[in-house]
């Protein structure tokens, strides 16, 4: 198979497989005031972002499982297995009767739904580093793998564009009546879609792994395992703060509408795709530990007064802050799949990088948005999040220092 081809499978499968775990972000607003009944509009966002939380933290069981199941059965067979886990529930979700229908019992069945999400995810980006990192030319692996780190960008950004047209189209009554649906009913086309384009996923030298992967990454590759995860907990806090809980937050505590909260989002999103690629293009002649290191150490710095400037209202001033932080963020995503592939060998590879990369993704990607809300309810400073993000960058920023390119 083509590198093209390999290439894009992997970018198409998790373009849309991140575009359904997504989505239920960016309709956070709507589905507060739907599944949770509360006066006030700030607990109810609490509420919500608490459920998407709980998915992230059954994603480390979703990567013991489709990381062995990687390593055993290939990487194909694992991907073409979470295609329908992650995709049927999103499909469900916007199928499901409200608060106001059936009570808590829809309360409960939205959580069990996004749990099963949490699971999927936990083997989608890991396991489509793995195809693409062994799958590529050798000489221009990092920007191939630039594309896996680019692509569930990118899905989130159609989650954010479907969740502005919606806003735009259709009003608030429209929005909480029936229309906060569409976007998740979009999910049977792309599950239609994503069928016939994995099903050309085949895997090529694959060897069969007989003993435990999982039981052998621990054992021999823990330091590794660390590595990734400190790397990685600045990535995830730093994208769901930065740019999946941003437009709630220029919504519900800001006052910006949700039309222009959410356009605004969309581009952020968009230009940290465009960046993305580009550096992880230039990232060999550059170098991934500079990259590494000037993201963390730069966003650090440009936090306070990003968001600072918010406060201002002034759309020119925050169109170039959103345009350096994403440029800030690319530094970091476009090297990282990489890194991950470099770290882990091949027998235990899906396994590493799943485990690795779900739980930094859990403990402190899903985490962001609820614990975010939570610091400015409890302490009323609006700028609170930059603390946590700022002492998860020092932490991380000692394991970048030891790095070798």
Same mark, same amino acid.
């Given at each position: 198979? &083509?590198?093209?081809?390999?290439?894009?499978?992997?970018?198409?499968? /998790?373009?849309? +497989?991140?575009?359904?775990?997504?989505?239920?972000?960016?309709m956070?607003? @709507?589905?507060?005031?739907?599944f949770?009944? !509360?006066?006030?509009?700030?607990?109810?966002?609490l509420?919500?972002?608490?459920? *998407?939380?709980?998915?992230?933290? %059954?994603?480390?069981?979703?990567?013991?499982?489709?990381?062995?199941?990687?390593?055993?059965?290939?990487?194909?067979?694992s991907?073409?297995?979470?295609?329908f886990?992650?995709?049927?529930?999103?499909i469900? %979700?916007?199928?499901?009767p409200?608060? &106001?229908?059936?009570?808590t019992? !829809?309360v409960?069945a939205?959580?069990?739904?996004?749990?099963i999400?949490?699971f999927?995810?936990?083997?989608?980006?890991?396991?489509?580093?793995?195809?693409?990192?062994?799958?590529?030319?050798?000489?221009?692996?990092?920007?191939?793998?630039?594309?896996?780190?680019?692509?569930?960008?990118?899905? @989130?950004?159609?989650?954010?564009?479907?969740?502005?047209?919606? *806003?735009?189209?259709f009003?608030?009554a429209? =929005?909480?009546?029936?229309?906060?649906?569409?976007?998740?009913?979009?999910?049977?086309?792309?599950?239609?879609f994503?069928?016939? @384009?994995?099903?050309?996923?085949?895997? $090529?030298?694959?060897?069969?792994? +007989?003993? &435990?992967?999982?039981? /052998?990454?621990?054992?021999? $590759?823990?330091? !590794?395992?660390?590595?990734?995860?400190?790397?990685?907990?600045?990535?995830?806090?730093?994208?769901?703060?930065? *740019?999946?809980?941003?437009?709630? #937050?220029? /919504?519900?505590?800001?006052?910006?509408?949700?039309?222009?909260?959410?356009?605004?989002?969309? %581009?952020?999103?968009?230009?940290? @795709?465009?960046?993305?690629l580009? %550096?992880? #293009?230039?990232?060999? $002649?550059?170098?991934?530990?500079?990259?590494?290191?000037?993201?963390?150490?730069?966003?650090?710095?440009?936090?306070?007064?990003?968001?600072?400037?918010?406060?201002?209202k002034?759309?020119?001033?925050?169109?170039?802050?959103?345009?350096?932080?994403a440029?800030?963020?690319?530094c970091?995503? !476009?090297? =990282?799949? +990489?890194? =991950?592939?470099?770290?882990?060998?091949?027998?235990?590879?899906? &396994?590493?990088?799943?485990?690795s *990369?779900?739980?930094?993704?859990?403990?402190?990607?899903?985490?962001a948005?609820i614990?975010?809300?939570?610091?400015? /309810?409890?302490?009323?400073?609006?700028?609170?999040?930059?603390?946590?993000?700022?002492?998860?960058?020092?932490?991380a920023?000692?394991?970048?220092?030891?790095l070798?390119?």
């Amino acid at each position: 198979m &083509s590198t093209k081809k390999i290439v894009s499978i992997g970018f198409l499968g /998790n373009v849309f +497989e991140w575009y359904d775990f997504s989505i239920y972000a960016f309709m956070a607003p @709507v589905i507060s005031k739907i599944f949770f009944s !509360s006066s006030d509009p700030k607990i109810g966002l609490l509420k919500t972002f608490f459920i *998407f939380s709980l998915s992230f933290l %059954i994603r480390p069981l979703g990567s013991i499982f489709f990381g062995s199941l990687g390593d055993r059965r290939g990487r194909a067979y694992s991907l073409k297995i979470s295609l329908f886990i992650m995709g049927i529930p999103t499909i469900l %979700i916007g199928l499901l009767p409200t608060y &106001s229908g059936l009570g808590t019992i !829809s309360v409960v069945a939205l959580v069990v739904l996004r749990l099963i999400q949490g699971f999927a995810a936990g083997g989608e980006l890991p396991g489509s580093a793995c195809y693409i990192y062994e799958l590529s030319d050798v000489k221009k692996r990092n920007f191939f793998c630039s594309f896996v780190a680019a692509s569930s960008v990118l899905g @989130v950004l159609c989650g954010s564009v479907v969740a502005t047209t919606s *806003f735009f189209i259709f009003d608030d009554a429209q =929005m909480t009546g029936w229309a906060w649906r569409l976007p998740f009913l979009i999910g049977s086309v792309i599950l239609v879609f994503l069928y016939y @384009v994995r099903k050309l996923l085949i895997d $090529e030298n694959f060897v069969r792994e +007989e003993s &435990s992967p999982v039981a /052998n990454v621990i054992k021999y $590759e823990y330091k !590794s395992i660390l590595k990734i995860i400190a790397l990685y907990a600045f990535v995830q806090i730093s994208f769901y703060t930065l *740019f999946v809980w941003f437009p709630s #937050y220029l /919504n519900v505590y800001l006052g910006f509408s949700r039309k222009v909260a959410f356009l605004l989002g969309s %581009i952020e999103i968009g230009l940290l @795709v465009i960046f993305t690629l580009i %550096i992880g #293009y230039f990232a060999k $002649e550059i170098g991934r530990k500079k990259l590494i290191i000037l993201s963390i150490v730069s966003i650090i710095i440009i936090s306070y007064p990003a968001f600072s400037i918010l406060q201002y209202k002034c759309l020119p001033l925050i169109l170039a802050m959103l345009t350096i932080i994403a440029l800030c963020k690319a530094c970091i995503d !476009s090297v =990282m799949v +990489e890194l =991950m592939g470099d770290s882990f060998p091949k027998s235990v590879r899906c &396994s590493g990088t799943g485990i690795s *990369f779900t739980l930094a993704t859990a403990i402190f990607g899903g985490t962001a948005p609820i614990i975010n809300g939570y610091l400015i /309810n409890t302490t009323g400073l609006l700028f609170a999040p930059i603390i946590v993000l700022a002492v998860v960058g020092l932490l991380a920023l000692p394991v970048a220092l030891s790095l070798k390119d």
